[in-house]
Each structure stands twice: as structure tokens, then as C-alpha cells.
């Protein structure tokens, strides 16, 4: 599946384990715009529990997530301010 939402920046956190995709992600919104969308790509098994927990307490929006040749892909939505 591809997303028809076009990402301003990508991340490809590949071959990382928690907490580094949701520390690598941390960083990565905080140099963007709120609004901006952030395509984030893991192979780690515990992010899809990792990235929904984190986008709840920080406020950011999942707009997306799917498997795709063994990745899981996120669409992470900045939170406005």
C-alpha cells in the first residue's frame, strides 16, 4: 500500500529496537512545522504498539500506518504549537 498523503520528510529506522525509532522520531518532528507529516519506516515488531502510545501522549496524530516487505510504515501528522 502506498499513502496518497505526501510526507514533507521521511525516516527510514530500519534495523532499530526500542526506544530508538520513538527517540529517532522525537527528533525528527522537532525540526519540522506543525502540520507537516513525517513517513516513518521500522522493522521493529513493537512499534505499531510503540508509535500509538507515543502519538497519544504527545499529541501528534497517526494518520496512517501499514505493512509493507516486512516494514511497518507510519505517517505521523505534527501537532500544531
Not at 526500542?18 to 527528533?27: G, S
Not at 522537532?30 to 513493537?46: F, I, K, R, W, Y
Amino acid at each position: 500500500m502506498t499513502s496518497r498523503i505526501a510526507p514533507q520528510q521521511t525516516a527510514d529506522l530500519s534495523g532499530l529496537n526500542c526506544p530508538l525509532p520513538i527517540l529517532r522520531t522525537k527528533k525528527a518532528l522537532a525540526t519540522m512545522a506543525g502540520g507537516e507529516v513525517l513517513q516513518v519506516t521500522c522493522t521493529d515488531p513493537a512499534t505499531p504498539t510503540d508509535f500509538a502510545a507515543f502519538c497519544r501522549q504527545t499529541g501528534h496524530e497517526l494518520l496512517e500506518q501499514w505493512n509493507e516487505d516486512a516494514k511497518f510504515l507510519f505517517l505521523i501528522k505534527k501537532r500544531e504549537g
